[in-house]
């Protein structure tokens, strides 16, 4: 057997070369911290992207990324509406009640990790009104999906409606955010704050980066509390700049776009190769595919990596970097279990 | 006026070339998280430097290995003995009280940063034993101290066997560790698990690296939850593998070592420069000077930063990388201020 | 109309006479806190009790008893087992998330609010060994529960063997616990300790008390944390004496116990009479009722008061001072509506 | 020897005769948690009292009163100037830090536990306005101090004035406040709302209460969320008639006064019995004197009960019931040691 095909995670990948060569270039002394020009420049640059004065920061990692934006929506003694399968509930280890010192995470249901305002409906109105009660502050989604799927910017708008008529925050789990906006092809402004997105997570680690998100706040009177958690998070890097080169040099020539693209198309060659076997429609760069435990058994045998998903179910993740032979491989294998 | 030549902060100082080659030597397809082979190799190589096992984390900050340090020592209804000057106390904005859920810090006084066994002894024997009291858990000494005081192997110890009197874990903020050994040319371990330190805060980020330190445990079955809290705090990067290589890079030859004393050498000659305005002995990277107002501006006129450090002081931080020519010029402003 | 019948909830409840006779009996000047006499005895009452040496709290509320225990029990990185109809998760405005620093509830489902060892087990099973998921620290069960059924000492016992093998703490939550004792007719020690139960909240406000519970530790080895945090809650009355006071009246010739089989048969009678639309078993003090809304609204109009559980549920809780003429009220209503 | 004589805490008291039949009264069948007649009419009692709309709450203890009102003055990441030997960092067992999720307690130093507005303006003008401190968010005073010492209106004023400027939020622990407004004969609306205070612990508990202190909110708007803190921390007791109950008994007929007016009086005794020994002015009910250790001794073989106050030091309270007898004892007492 040959070297591994790693479809376990687009964590897996490396960071664009563009990237490196951004931290590369950053490697002199500087001013500490978020001080630097290119730290500094984080605000122009995304206001620019989103047609509207925003604030942005820069954070590590995603998990990070959410637990803050949550923080700032929501106080300790409140509740925030998402998905039973979401990230933030079910992948960041408690970040989010670490963060919001033990907000209540309200889980709702709905077709592949996806919520409609509907299903939130139904879910806030199932807390009854009394101090017995945790009451809910905010609303988080996550576009794309866990599971793959990507909002229309009516669908988030729908829910943008719902967040006002109920006095809620909104955030946007953003970390396959590049995905869905190749996906979509909608424009980022339109997939957010017109939709009513109070804070976006902005996810670059999956779309070649190296170690950096952003956290964009739409409304902008949120950021500097947002910044003293993030320092009191021990998440203020003292060379931050490395952080902000990676951002920037992913948003320049449209690299996060074209990298998302790649790694979508690459996705739904695997969806057509998996055929009826397919389990959630491909809308971004996962792969969910119903296969037995012989099969899967095989396919680890053929070298691909990859994560049970329950019970019979596989996923199959391709990343912006994933060799075009290792998805021809795949695709061929899918075609044959 | 040319170029800013900055004392103000070890953190303004670029990385280390053998850093940014070791990452650019790990941007390859790899295992996401710490499941990488350079990350695996930690504990062998911190438990090789310090002539024993160790259990061996990295993190992205100070900030972040310090207040996971003491939240794994110290419940939130307890307290952590520290020097009044202390990081942990005035640098952090509140991390460990964060971490920690609560703890208080309490707070002892001591000559340049330092504590004494007697300076802490004195300080727990002021906390009656009463269940209306917070009773201390945990003793964390920065070392090198934030005056640039370096503790001796004897001194680290004799603070050690009051922890074990007394019951408490000892905790050592080493984000200047290195300059520490360099001073003292003691060995790691004497400095520390022979003297009693229960966790670590290795610093590598004033030292040449990017964006990593290390978390080292002498008591190895504090690791496990250590990590648990750094996933939750959104501390577990996703591509770790380029925070390892930074830490192993240092390592490697002895590169954080020599780098620490060509930091220390230049304060040396700062403090040699500065005579008998000269106000904590230099026993690291840090020279604090007495200067008047107009001659702190005469200096910035010059172009040199610099932090004021309370009325009529100056305090100084000399680089792994700061230029000769830097150095020489500052000392000579210092000898004729 | 008359007085309001109130069925609402055993809190509406008076105190009974002898815990008032017992408070006057202690109003004179005494040793503040826990220090007086009578808050010294509990723990040989309770040892006396339960058949063998524990250790017991007094604590104003059944919502800082039960949070109490869980932040003994589990750390704010872990998570807790209990049923989705939970009182803990449910009514007590997130006072478990409070009290352990953000732990998170895992919910699991079960009839009559009733958790059987394979429902937590399978809830269990569903939870990836991963530092990326909240790993569960204890299971938390309420006897009797939200839905009026007891828990056989054999069902518990159940749970605690499970909790052994998975390395789980047990806490109760007995609210009513002096109701499921008086319908089962098991003794404290089967249907708690013998059972794997590390921590009972027993309940008295709900049974003739002021506001007094006890926190019964059967791993005594717990109490000294319990009552640093109650203390650190803010829940260490000056006066202790009279909340010691109540739990000691209630104790003594057995009141709890007629007290919990007065209301307990009251709520027999009124599930007789309401037939086949009782929803659950009458195990305690409340009774379930499917009523449609005209049907609710005419019992009110005769002065019951209840609360609408649910659409076209009505639930009935029988206090144990529930006047005797307002029981054959309610259940004649109820017979024919 | 007879029986102890204790001057050790004014929680030694035994509650009022009112208090105890206000009590009684309350004894019947009646709604839960604070919707009761009684619980309802605090607000227009306390309005009355403090001649202008207030809000306010019962809560069992003044430590929970304390560092509620502290959790809804100051978020997580900011801190509460307050003196170095208030209650609130000493014998509160970190419930600030608690409710506040870990707000960082700035001590501050004044005589006899008292703040001056210079006191306080010092403190803040060595906190560096940056993003690695933690920046205050609200001052606390103790009014009367632990120490015993009484603000006038005016010097609160001068407090409240720095608060607004430098747009803090003010706190009054008013465990003996009663006190401070029988010896300055201030009204209460000029030693609170009139002088800038927020919130204001209005203590009973050491003034012939059970078991109950109120929550006073100048500024209404908090008050909702103090009320779902209170819950979330288990003191939404089920039966707060009970407390409601001792607060109007006490306001009534002025008894909170006579009460406080007895107790000063007793400790005016004792500090002109002490002389030159007497360590700080009596403005309320606490007398600190100086004693030798052997001149302690005595005065406990004598039957008297106080504690030591740091070397060489006592001290001694005065409740409202202490009997005139072991006033003039201890008075005699004090004349001859």
């Known amino acids: 057997m040959g070297v591994a095909m790693r479809f376990s995670s687009d964590n897996a990948a490396a960071p664009h070369p563009a990237v490196l060569e951004a931290m590369a270039n950053a490697a002199r002394r500087d001013t500490a911290y978020d001080g630097d020009a290119l730290s500094r420049s984080l605000d122009a640059i995304m206001s620019n992207l989103f047609e509207r004065d925003v604030a942005a920061l820069w954070v590590a990692t995603g998990t990070a ?7 700032v929506l929501c106080p300790p003694y409140r509740g925030i509406v998402c998905h ?3 990230h933030v509930q079910n992948d960041e280890a408690g970040a989010p009640e670490f963060y919001t010192h033990g907000a209540k995470l309200m889980l709702a249901d709905g077709n592949a990790a996806k919520l409609t305002a509907a299903d939130i409906a139904e879910r806030l ?4 009104d009394d101090v017995h009660r945790v009451q809910p502050a905010a609303i988080s989604i996550t576009n794309a999906t866990e599971y793959g799927a990507s909002y229309t910017a009516a ?5 943008g409606d719902l967040a006002r008529e109920r006095r809620l925050r909104f955030h946007m789990d953003g970390a396959r955010f590049a995905n869905a906006v190749a996906h979509t092809g909608a424009s980022v402004a339109d997939l957010t704050w017109r939709a009513g997105v109070d804070v976006l997570s902005f996810g670059f680690v999956k779309n070649g980066g190296l170690g950096a998100e952003a956290l964009v706040f739409f409304d902008t009177s949120l950021a500097a509390e947002a910044r003293i958690r993030l320092k009191r998070a021990g998440h203020l890097l003292s060379k931050g700049r490395f952080l902000a080169a990676q951002i920037i040099a992913l948003l320049g020539e449209d690299r996060w776009l074209d990298n998302a693209r790649a790694a979508n198309a690459g996705a739904t060659l695997l ?3 998996a055929g009826t076997r397919l389990i959630h429609a491909v809308e971004a760069n996962e792969v969910f595919v119903r296969v037995t435990a012989s099969e899967a058994a095989s396919l680890r045998a053929q070298g691909f990596e990859f994560y049970d998903w329950g019970a019979g179910e596989a996923r199959f ?3 912006w970097d994933q060799p075009e032979d290792e998805i021809a491989s795949l695709a061929a294998a899918l075609g044959h279990v």
């Open 155 to 159: 669908e988030v708008a729908a829910i």
């Open 65 to 71: 990324a959410n637990a803050l934006a949550l923080a």
């Open 271 to 273: 969806g057509l190769a």
């Open 317 to 319: 993740v391709v990343s």
């Open 125 to 128: 109105d199932e807390i009854a």
């Open 84 to 86: 039973r399968d979401a």
